[in-house]
């Protein structure tokens, strides 16, 4: 039963991020690290403020509502964005890292490492 809970979870995640919506929190585990996110390689989960659940997928040319923390569940670097399009302020994660504070609100974001000009 656990194990078709776990795998419904991950579906309901996976089909929620291919239209963009929010998933409750509910259907999620939490890490160590306290960001929510559904056990799956190939996700990035990111909060809002308000404890909002964000899965990310592929390039978000914008978030709303913004998130302040991420976990990243893959195997590359993704690079978040203090402003819509790829604009602003900008924050590398690493593979399989978690950031509880950007130190900033991520209104973008973007599969690759971070490039400064």
Request: charged share 15%; with cysteine; glycine share 8%.
């Amino acid at each position: 039963m656990t194990t078709l809970l776990g795998r419904t979870a991950v579906l309901l995640a996976m089909a929620t991020a291919a239209v963009g919506l929010a998933v409750p929190a509910a259907a999620v585990t939490t890490t160590a690290a306290q960001v929510p996110c559904p056990r799956a390689i190939g996700l990035v989960c990111g909060q809002t403020a308000e404890g909002e659940l964000r899965v990310i997928t592929r390039d978000e040319h914008i978030i709303l509502p913004p998130i302040v923390r991420a976990l990243n569940q893959t195997p590359g670097p993704w690079c978040f964005f203090s402003a819509p399009g790829f604009n602003g302020d900008r924050r590398e994660v690493a593979p399989w890292e978690t950031v509880e504070d950007f130190g900033f609100e991520v209104l973008s974001a973007r599969h690759g490492a971070c490039t400064w000009s």
